[in-house]
């Protein structure tokens, strides 16, 4: 039995499109579209497994604070003066 989509189809279809525009069309095959849907999933477990703190957090964050920790100005750290 088929899995319900859960993801949009249209963000796949914007980067194959913008694949075609950039490397040309023959680059859009069925091939490498599979290839970047599964590096696309992999990616998360990637990261967890070579970054273990950082996966956890990554993953248990909700996308939008994400974005927003992406807005935050950077924290800087004074400089030690002589």
Do not use: C, N, Y
């Amino acid at each position: 039995m088929p899995h319900p989509r859960v993801r949009p189809l249209d963000p796949l279809m914007d980067a194959a499109e913008q694949l075609a525009v950039v490397a040309g069309p023959a680059a859009v095959s069925r091939d490498t579209a599979i290839e970047a849907v599964v590096a696309a999933a992999d990616t998360p477990a990637e990261f967890w497994m070579r970054q273990p703190i950082s996966g956890r957090f990554f993953l248990a964050v909700p996308r939008r604070e994400l974005r927003r920790l992406d807005q935050t100005p950077a924290v800087t750290t004074p400089t030690a003066t002589k």
